[in-house]
């Protein structure tokens, strides 16, 4: 079995590494310096009225920018080559904190305001660029891992900079500590984008639209009109940011009101969710095999709600006290211990839900419109979290809920908008029942799969030892595979909702019904035509002693009707599990054994006879465990 290198060996490579470190520090910066602009009007500036209204309207200022330039940085994206696009921008950045400095340097509210409606535009700019050149410099099997390394630099930024912002406006001389922080970051930013290597434009024919409100519907209209996997993708991408703008934005609350703590609580409940979304999304590459599995994202809704149901729970249970607990003090009392094991498992499971929905929309969109696409999912991300602010409004000022009653209300909506997204796109339940189950009664290993080409028609053939053969294969190929089946087998109950989603091809013998088996050739000709894999099972029966039947004759003529690529497959280990029809099977027994599924070298269509073919899937499966 080939050994893979970890997702942080990218971290090693020029074409990952100086886009990580520009894409963190840019990160790092735009809370530096809106943390350090809150705290300053909430603590330090000379401000008559509400300071609070000031404080909305910092949030306001830096999210329009979204709604009026995310298609015109999806344009940009297309049109012109990204590393110098990147380098253009962080240059911008430096000009941006030179004016936020000016501003701190005189207290001068007006100036740090635009320079924050300047950071706004700077980052809806650089949104598109962002995600649209990972696919271009990473390979099919990084794509994953590097979105995990992308999102664990960016939350641990985000948490740097509101950790590093209240340090520093704890300093007397905050204002010069604020400047000349805010424009070393830009400048090293700048510094590390001079090292991201070329990155030609996708699109450089382009034509813009200057018009920021036609281009602004258009680019919306294009993203939410691709197929149904990628547009539901963006729809449940702006709905993670919906719920996580809820939680974050009642953080400090609920620390005060139901924890009893200080601002060191706000702290301690910031890095814990921030840790657990890092680390969700590092465990992404391994639980998904290096390929975008999408099953993961129904796993990310699950415990998004059971987690947020969790919090709801445990809220309340904290002795109540007019003594204010520093986070040394909270982590005294043990019920404050599940309330933070319930943030962690948010994190987390916001990283399985996250990080697969970004790599499908890379990997699904043409190149031609990527950068547009995500320039539709940032304005779509924006509105989805003006639209959480006013629900929070209604919920909390209206309808007077708490703020753990509120949790209660996301964790039920998650469990409606999701019921939607992967009821409109069965491909997500589909993945994810196909992705528990290789990770739950088996442990699938997978050997010498990259012979499989990741482009044009190729015909699978593999031996047949058990009813979820199918399941197991599809979970470890990274395209989709269209199946030949059996009818009996297709029409399982629950299997069978799968198996159609999959666009599994029903065969029945020319005996048993001539117009099914007539049907599937056709299928299986067309499929091939359109340059997709085909995988059939050429025994034409499940196994019922272990050992491997002789080929029909399907295969032949489905090659001399396709002549594709032919690519043996042996599945090893699954004799004797409960899905097998060994007389002997027990469903504990075998229970999470070893499965391992290996492939050989492709095999012209000429030369794949029936007999070689057998012979090289025997080869494959070795001996009978």
Known sequence: MMSHPSQFSLLGKRRFLPFFVTQALGALNDNLFKQSLILAILYKLNIEGDRGIWVNLCALLFIVPFFLFSALAGQFGEKYDKDRLIRLIKL????????????FAFDHLAL???????????????GPVKYSILPQTLRPEELVGGNGLVEMGTFLAILAGTIGAGIMLSSGNYSVIVSVVIIAV?????????????????????????????ESWATLRMGLNQ?????????????????????????????????????????????????????????????????????????????LTVFGLLLWWHSGQMPHTLQ??????????????????????????????????YALIQSRTAESERARVIAANNILNALFMVVSALVTILLLSVAKVTIPELFLVVSLMNIAVNTYIFKIVPEFSMRFMIWLLSHSMYRVQHKHLELIPDEGAALLVCNHVSFVDALLIGGAV??????????????????????????????????????????AFDRIARYLDDGELVCIFPEGKLTTDGQID???????????RTPVPVIPM??????????????????????????????GAPIAADEATQELLRERVMELRGAVQ
């Open 112 to 126: 740090m305001l635009v320079a924050l409606f300047a950071m706004g535009t700077h980052s809806a700019l650089f």
């Open 324 to 357: 204010t607990h520093d986070w040394l003090g909270v982590l005294g009392f043990s019920q404050a211990w599940w309330v933070l094991f319930d943030i962690l498992g948010l994190g987390v499971f916001g990283g399985f839900y996250i990080v697969p929905l």
């Open 227 to 303: 197929t149904p996997a990628v547009s539901r993708s963006v729809v449940g991408n702006s709905w993670f940011w919906f719920v996580g703008a809820i939680y974050l934005t009642q953080i400090p609350a609920y620390a005060k009101d139901w924890l009893y703590g200080d601002e060191t609580v706000v702290t301690l409940i910031l890095t814990v969710f921030s840790v657990g979304i890092a680390l969700g999304s590092l465990l992404c590459e391994k639980l998904s095999g290096r390929k975008v599995e999408i099953g993961l994202v129904p796993f990310g809704s699950f415990g």
């Open 478 to 519: 990274r395209r989709p595979v269209r199946f030949v089946m059996y009818y009996k087998i297709y029409n399982l109950p629950v299997l069978n909702f799968i198996f159609r989603t999959a666009g599994t091809i029903p065969i029945a013998g020319r005996a048993e019904d001539e117009a099914i088996y007539e049907q």
């Open 92 to 103: 911008g950045e430096i000009a941006i904190m030179v004016v936020a400095a000016i501003g």
């Open 186 to 214: 830009a400048v090293l930013g700048y510094l590390a984008s001079r090292a991201i290597p070329p990155a030609p434009a996708d699109t450089p024919q382009l034509r813009l639209n200057w018009n920021i409100f036609s």
């Open 570 to 599: 042996a599945l090893q280990g699954l004799w004797g599990s409960f899905f097998s029809r060994d007389p002997n099977k027990g469903f504990l027994r075998r229970l999470w054994s070893r499965v391992t599924l290996v492939a």
């Open 550 to 560: 002789e080929f029909k004759a399907g295969v032949t003529r489905i090659l001399e």
